[in-house]
């Protein structure tokens, strides 16, 4: 999808990345400028990486179709996993990740996606409409 000279823009803006201390790992680390690639992300590392850098990387290398597509998808996921959520911000989100999907789904290939994958984001914002817990510890539903 992207040139190779843009991929290597990308890593390099991810090798001279700096957190603060407990905010995610050494982001430097992970990146093989040869290779241009990344390795040995941890679960916390794909997070950050998917909710917060997603749209910082690639707003300016890729055309704004496909850059608000993957921004939405990471704003939902982001979302999804705050500390608080309405029970009508929710609703939406389950709207509105259809939608987002639907445009992933006119830019990537069919293979890409699975049907289980596309389960997987709907039923990330029904379990927590449905359940209204404390999912995992950390999420607490007003509404």
């Not at 400028?33 to 890729?62: V, Y």
């Amino acid at each position: 999808m992207l040139e190779k000279n843009a991929q290597l823009l990308v890593y390099k803006w991810l090798k001279s990345l700096r957190f603060s201390n407990g905010h995610a790992s050494n982001m430097s680390r992970l990146v093989n400028l040869e290779d241009c690639r990344l390795f040995g992300m941890k679960s916390h590392d794909c997070h950050m990486f998917m909710q917060t850098l997603i749209p910082l990387a690639f707003r300016d290398l890729l055309p704004k179709g496909i850059w608000d597509a993957l921004t939405k998808i990471s704003h939902f996921f982001k979302d999804i996993c705050s500390n608080k959520l309405n029970v009508e911000y929710i609703e939406r989100l389950q709207m509105n990740i259809v939608e987002t999907l639907c445009k992933l789904g006119m830019i990537f290939p069919p293979s890409f996606f699975d049907s289980r994958s596309i389960s997987l984001y709907i039923n990330c914002s029904r379990q927590k409409l449905e359940d209204r817990s404390n999912i995992d510890g950390c999420t607490h539903l007003n509404g």
